[in-house]
Nanobody
Framework: QVRIVESGGGLVQAGGSLRLSCRVQ????????MGWYRQPRLEQRGLVAA???????HYTDSVKGRFAISLDTSKNTMYLQMDRLKPEDTGDYFC???????????????????WGQGTQITVSD
């Protein structure tokens, strides 16, 4: 069983910064990919940034140079540092995980994809 714990959302003025974190707890052998997705009100959910287990990062164009994603595999925690925030960054942010399950250093050869419950970010003008 796996639990996703998200934190770090809130209200910030344009130009400000926030840091999101997403921690995965439970039966984890390895992290394949973790990512943050944004869903503005009445719009579809879209990728903001993702990081693979080998450290390869992926960003949507609108956040390149402003956001930085990182992964601490010792804590099974992903971070998203968001600087120079803009009003268009407003939305609900969801953590997505793609992991291989296991325990005590053994892989179960089972992958799991799951979503966190989301955290809200509002960037005011």
């Amino acid at each position: 069983q796996v639990r996703i714990v998200e934190s770090g959302g809130g209200l910030v003025q344009a130009g400000g910064s926030l840091r999101l974190s997403c921690r995965v707890q439970g039966s984890i052998f390895s992290i394949n990919t973790m990512g943050w997705y944004r869903q503005p009100r009445l719009e579809q959910r879209g990728l903001v940034a993702a990081i693979d287990g080998d450290g390869t990062t992926h960003y949507t164009d609108s956040v390149k140079g402003r956001f930085a994603i990182s992964l601490d595999t010792s804590k099974n925690t992903m971070y998203l540092q968001m600087d120079r925030l803009k009003p268009e960054d407003t939305g609900d942010y969801f953590c997505h995980i793609d992991i291989t399950q296991g325990d005590n250093g053994y892989s179960w050869d089972e992958t799991l994809e799951a979503w966190g419950q989301g955290t809200q970010i509002t960037v005011s003008d």
